[in-house]
Structures are given as structure tokens and as C-alpha cells.
């Protein structure tokens, strides 16, 4: 089975720039999640969609940050203007429904704030 | 609040040695719990689960027991390689329509030869 696939991986930009990062789920997962995870601390969840309608988007700073995730499959998370506190891994994930299901993450997109 | 206490490292220990480290959680209802395994540079791995009382999770010589009555999950391996060395996050998943995970703060574990 195919795991939840990420890109890019690496991306170093500008402060001030933007950036996009892609998200495909593992097929037939109906929850998505994007966490932000900085360097040496736990992950932080931005936001979470079930199918293509968000459950949970309370800690996403929506001044800088978007997500969307059109036809409940594919997540793009986009960051405009970027800030150097916005270094860190994006990580992906996505679940089943049901409470023991577990939630799967992907590799991660590690972004760098010049 | 539902949360998860995990305790603090790093802990470092040598090839061979017996590992614990200690979770416990607060939580309404009845959650799952897991530990995500965080290698260098890499994203988080699922390492075991739990989802009722009493469960046992194992897996690459890892263990933990869901214990209610004590409301923890500790992680345990009775002899730890180098290749174990990663940040190990202990997590619970909140009952209800939104699920969600809640994490504690990591435990680095760094294994010498």
C-alpha cells in the first residue's frame, strides 16, 4: 500500500516569498491533516479536513497561511509571505474513519526561511 | 484538557542496555494510544499502538501496555541498538467526530556503541 506521499522535499526560500507544498493521501483516507513541526519540538496541527470540508483549522495563521484540499483527495498547504519562524517540516498525514484507526504520516517538506 | 505527559531527555544509553520511557495521559472517554518513532531527517513513523485497556502494542522489539488504571503507556525495549537512535513521541487519539491527536513533547534517545 502506498504511503502518503509529499513534495517537495527540501525548499529554501526568502523571507517574504511564497511556497507551496503537495499532499496525497493514501487512497480512501477521508481525514487529512497538516502539522508544523519545528526543530526540536512536537508536531502542531495547522489544520484538518474531512473529505474536502475542514473540521479544524484553529491554529492556522490564515494571515500567511492556506490549505485547501479540492475533490476531498489531494491537500495543497501554501505559505505567502513567508517569515523566517516559518523554517521548520511540514508533515502530512491522513486516517481512516474510527477511533483505532491509526494516522499516517508522510516524509515531511522541509522548508528553510532566508 | 486531554494531554500526554512524556518524560524529558535525552537520555542516552549504551548498545544492549534495557529501555523505559515513561508516557501518561489525561483524557475523558476511552482514547487510543500510540508512539510515532522520529528518525533524523525523516518524518513520523507509527511504532506501536494500543486501543482498548490491558492491550499490548509491540513491534521491532518495542512494547507498551495500556494501563487505565494507571492511565499510562510506557515504551519499553530490552536491548536497544545504535539504529534506535531517534526522538520517540507518545500520542493519544481524542475520542469524538473530531480526531485528533494530542502529543507530548518528545523523548531524544541517543544509543552509543
Known amino acids: 500500500e502506498a504511503g502518503v506521499a509529499q513534495s517537495p522535499r527540501y525548499k529554501i526560500i526568502e523571507k517574504r516569498q511564497s511556497v507551496a507544498f503537495w499532499c496525497n493521501p493514501i487512497s480512501g483516507h477521508a481525514t487529512l491533516y497538516w502539522y508544523q513541526q519545528i526543530l526540536g519540538q512536537g508536531p502542531k496541527l495547522l489544520i484538518q479536513?474531512?473529505?474536502?470540508?475542514?473540521?479544524?483549522d484553529s491554529q492556522l495563521p490564515k494571515d500567511r497561511f492556506s490549505a485547501e484540499r479540492l475533490k476531498g483527495v489531494d491537500s495543497t498547504l501554501k505559505i505567502q509571505p513567508a517569515k523566517l519562524e516559518d523554517s521548520a517540516v511540514y508533515l502530512c498525514?491522513?486516517?481512516?474513519?474510527?477511533?483505532?484507526?491509526?494516522?499516517?504520516f508522510g516524509e515531511g517538506s522541509w522548508l528553510t526561511v532566508v | 484538557g486531554d494531554s500526554v505527559t512524556q518524560m524529558e531527555g535525552p537520555v542516552t544509553l549504551s548498545e544492549e542496555a534495557f529501555l523505559t520511557i515513561n508516557c501518561t495521559y489525561t483524557a475523558t472517554g476511552y482514547p487510543s494510544l500510540f508512539w510515532y518513532v522520529q528518525y533524523p531527517g525523516e518524518g513520523l513513523q507509527l511504532l506501536l499502538k494500543a486501543t482498548k485497556a490491558d492491550d499490548k502494542g509491540s513491534n521491532k522489539g518495542f512494547e507498551a501496555t495500556y494501563r487505565k488504571e494507571t492511565t499510562s503507556f510506557h515504551l519499553e525495549k530490552g536491548s536497544v541498538q545504535v539504529s534506535d537512535s531517534a526522538v520517540y513521541f507518545c500520542a493519544l487519539l481524542k475520542a469524538g467526530n473530531n480526531r485528533k491527536l494530542i502529543w507530548g513533547l518528545g523523548t531524544s534517545l541517543a544509543v552509543n556503541p
Open positions: 498525514a491522513s486516517g481512516e474513519q474510527g477511533l483505532g484507526n491509526t494516522i499516517y
Open positions: 479536513f474531512q473529505n474536502n470540508g475542514v473540521v479544524d
